[in-house]
């Protein structure tokens, strides 16, 4: 741990690009899922979201397996395996003709993908701390959010020029470019003498940690609740866009927008964190989300969508809301668990994406000829969320008026 923290700009530039390998996966992918499903015999479009949700899934259950691991063997031979994985997965969702397979290569893909994204949280906390963290934490998720903005026109354009199986080998090639720069260039950050011993019981033992620290649990459930939320539009933008408001060749530049937006609120929140702390950020942008989200319900309770610069206009309030909120749970949940920073983000990871996916599965099966379901999942999460973010500044009050 750093007693002076500084700026590593590799290190951050090299934990936003092993994080991008999970954004490319999942937002190159979007302008292709009518054409991936048509391939397959999909008959029903609602069925081309869980080409998006299913590897949230696989994030979910592998970030369980892998940071444990990496806490007893180091984070940098579990990114390699990983990738192994997602290669293998990959070759898998490019050389088939069911439908069904496809869902089972893209769990693997999540699966294998969980460990970049993982250990590049774990290798943050292992070098930073306090808020700190939060501020590296936001410009690692701000540089990663640029990802977002180009990976639906990236996949629109090899769509154009090739065909939907040129997208997987695309996000292959730069994937291997991002793991040979991080086995050439970024030294282990666990050394030897932090490592625990492995045995199976480490996977109870450090979930029993993990549940030890109450806020920890709380702002991994409203980091599910909020991704949940978030997970639906990213599994219904391309059918919202292009179904219900026939602006399909728009909609890499809509959603572009819409990164772009979370994109910026994280560059802001890596300004303003060390000043105003990442519980104080967090508990007002989760005000803001919620309020946001129930204005737009109360206007347009009826189910007419409104017009699409009002849609648009909406989703770039919420997602900059959003984007306060990513980094900085993130940060907060990882505070106290330092000492188990690998299985830590593991089960942070675990419990809130495994959370967000029936979240998302649920709300998007009601998002047909309508808007309107996506904003009121948005505000019941918010709000449950919000609920959370009181009981904390209670218990925070509480427990600075004993000291």
């Not at 999540?110 to 590296?136: C, E, N, Q, V, W």
């Not at 292959?172 to 019981?201: M, N, S, Y």
């Not at 919420?318 to 920073?341: D, K, T, W, Y």
């Amino acid at each position: 741990m750093q007693n002076k923290p500084s700026f590593k700009i590799e290190f951050i530039a090299l934990m936003a690009s092993l994080m991008s390998i999970v954004a490319l996966s999942i937002d190159a992918l979007l302008p292709a899922l009518p054409e991936i499903g048509e391939s397959l015999g999909v008959t029903t479009n609602h069925d081309n979201q869980l080409l998006i949700t299913m590897i949230f899934l696989g994030l979910g259950f592998g970030q369980l397996v892998f940071g444990p691991l990496s806490d007893s063997f180091g984070r940098k031979p579990m990114v390699y395996f990983g990738f192994g994985l997602f290669v293998i997965a990959s070759i898998i969702c490019v050389n088939t003709n069911s439908f069904e397979i496809m869902i089972v290569g893209r769990v693997l893909q999540g699966i294998g993908l969980s460990s970049p994204r993982t250990i590049a949280i774990s290798m943050t906390r292992d070098t930073y701390s306090g808020d700190f963290m939060a501020k590296i934490l936001s410009i690692i998720v701000m540089f990663f959010i640029l990802v977002p903005i180009v990976a639906p026109t990236f996949g629109q354009l090899l769509l154009d020029f090739f065909d939907w199986k040129a997208i997987f080998n695309a996000n292959l090639i730069i994937g291997l470019i991002i793991v040979l720069w991080f086995w050439k260039r970024q030294p282990e950050t666990l050394d030897e003498k932090h490592r625990v011993k492995f045995r199976p019981a480490i996977f109870i033992t450090g979930t029993k940690e993990f549940l030890k620290y109450k806020e920890a649990v709380a702002y991994t459930l409203v980091s599910g609740f909020i991704t949940g939320s978030f997970m639906v539009y990213l599994s219904t933008s391309q059918q919202i866009f292009q179904d219900q408001y026939q602006l399909g060749e728009m909609f890499p530049y809509i959603f572009a927008s819409t990164a772009f937006s979370v994109g910026f609120a994280t560059f802001t929140n890596s300004r303003l964190v060390i000043k105003f702390g990442s519980f104080n950020i967090a508990y007002y942008a989760t005000i803001a989300y919620a309020a946001i989200s129930l204005l737009y319900v109360l206007l347009f309770h009826t189910g007419q969508n409104p017009s699409v610069h009002v849609l648009v206009t909406f989703f770039l309030m919420q997602f900059f809301a959003v984007g306060f909120l990513f980094g900085n749970l993130r940060s907060l949940a990882m505070e106290p668990l330092g000492h188990i920073a690998g299985i830590g983000a593991a089960i942070n990871g675990f419990v809130s994406t495994v959370l967000a996916v029936p979240i998302a599965n649920y709300i998007g099966s009601f998002v047909k000829t309508s808007v309107l379901p996506l904003f009121i999942g948005f505000s019941i999460f918010g709000i449950l969320s919000l609920v959370i973010f009181i009981i904390l500044k209670q218990r925070r009050k509480k427990l600075t008026m004993y000291n």
